[in-house]
């Protein structure tokens, strides 16, 4: 019999924001130029990270709703690979996913479908790759070395004085860290019960800012707060 593996989901609560994905995908593939709507997608996460954290990733990005929601459904839920983690995988896909994306918009520039288009492929592939890690490993496969995740986590506060916007995790001592049910149900599969009783908090700068850790202790001893 097979083992029953640790991480689960949680019900998403808030709006189906994966329909724009979609949207997005089949309308840019007639007009190319919808392609160029992709700079919000990688302005937006890094921009709200300097405040907020990785909140985007984890409140208002569509294809990382599309995991939560959808593949989140289907997928066995194994646990990321580490080496997707380090810092030299990483720093190796911000620096190859944005070459290539240079290179293909040296070759289209001054055409804005052919622009467009660009745009559009790249969050085509990306999201492929994200639905087939989906389905070998975990929803957020994708989302634990995305360059725009990447990118992200590197601008989020992690010390110091905090902004005021900037929401995180408080473990209460009364955690006992034996259930680690914290870290079941987080869609990046990280650890919150490893700050209990810390002043400052939860700070992993991974932390996609969505409450499930707080949602899924049985205990309730993980608080959402700035």
Known sequence: MANKQFFRSLPVKGFSLYWILLIYLIAGYFYPVIGFLALICMIAPVAFAVRRGRWWCGNACPRGNFYDRIL?????????????????????MVLFIFTMFGIQMYRAWGDPAAMGRVFWTIILITTIIGIVLSFVYA?????????????????????????DSYKRIFVSEKCTTRCKLCSAVCPMQLKPYESRSEIVGFLHPDCLKCGRCAIGCPLKVPLMKS
């Open 139 to 163: 929803p957020r496969t994708w989302c634990s070395f995305c360059p725009m995740g990447t990118l992200s986590s590197w601008v989020t506060p992690r010390n110091g004085k905090l902004p």
């Open 72 to 92: 989140a459904k289907y997928s066995p839920h194994r646990p990321i690979p580490a080496f997707v983690r380090t810092k030299g995988f990483r720093i190796f």
